[in-house]
């Protein structure tokens, strides 16, 4: 079944305490990118590849980090989370990163940063 | 950039009652636009597309948008909703020729609630 698996689905942790959120996809898309959404503020994006090794910033990329080694995965780092990053967080793929290529959504990861 | 706007933050409807959700974007040049629907506790699916042609889509669910380009509009519209049809629904747009061709800018949702 093609999809994208995020884990873990849910984490509280606390201020300081590096953390990382997987990600990966099993259709062999070459975009990749992660999102937060907050109330009232729909999605935006955090980061996004566009291949292997080929990242960029998003609209919201303070206090993230990525990369991208293989293909199918695209990992998400907090490496020092603090309590305004407690959001819900969105990986998606599409085929390629042209603009007209829908996006395949994984299930989000809900972080509670204390 | 490009910037998406939603100004129904929240709709209650009855079942049967017609729906037409609000959407507008902000850029001149061409865009391609896309509704996505989340169903409680699930992952963002997508509902329709336009890129070019028609600009009347219809996408799953029976559900359709048009694409307006003199208002800069693409609202969201079923002839009748059902219960399970309650769920956030988030516009987005992408402008291929501007230079932030490669990200997907949302609108910050509408939520639909309808009531059996």
């Known amino acids: 079944e093609a999809q994208v698996t995020q884990n873990p689905r849910y984490l509280i942790t606390v201020t300081g305490k590096k953390l990382t959120v997987t990600c990966s996809q099993n259709?062999?898309?070459?975009?990749m990118s992660w999102y937060r959404q907050d109330p009232g503020l729909g999605l935006r994006q955090i980061y996004y590849?566009?291949?292997?090794?080929?990242?960029d910033k998003g609209d919201v990329p303070e206090g993230y980090k990525v990369s991208r080694k293989e293909k199918r995965n695209f990992p998400l780092i907090l490496e020092s989370p603090s309590p305004n990053q407690t959001s819900l967080y969105f990986c998606?793929?599409?085929?390629?990163?042209?603009?007209?290529?829908?996006?395949?959504f994984g299930d989000g990861t809900r972080l509670s940063i204390l | 950039a490009q910037s998406v706007s939603q100004h129904n933050h929240h709709v209650i409807l009855s079942e049967a009652a017609s729906l037409e959700l609000g959407c507008n974007y902000s850029y001149g040049g061409t865009v391609n636009l896309f509704w996505y629907v989340q169903y409680p506790g699930q992952h963002l699916q997508l509902l329709l597309k336009y890129f070019s042609g028609d600009p009347l889509v219809k996408g799953i669910k029976g559900f359709e948008a048009e694409f307006i380009k003199s208002k800069f509009s693409f609202n969201l519209r079923k002839p009748s909703v059902q219960w399970s049809d309650t769920a956030e629904y988030f516009c987005?747009?992408?402008?291929?020729?501007?230079?932030?061709?490669?990200?997907?800018?949302f609108g910050s949702g509408t939520q639909l609630t309808v009531l059996p």
């Open positions: 998606a793929s599409s085929l390629f990163g042209g603009s007209n290529q829908p996006q395949h």
């Open positions: 259709m062999n898309h070459e975009y």
């Open positions: 987005a747009v992408t402008a291929p020729l501007s230079g932030s061709a490669r990200q997907l800018t």
């Open positions: 590849s566009m291949n292997v090794e080929v990242t």
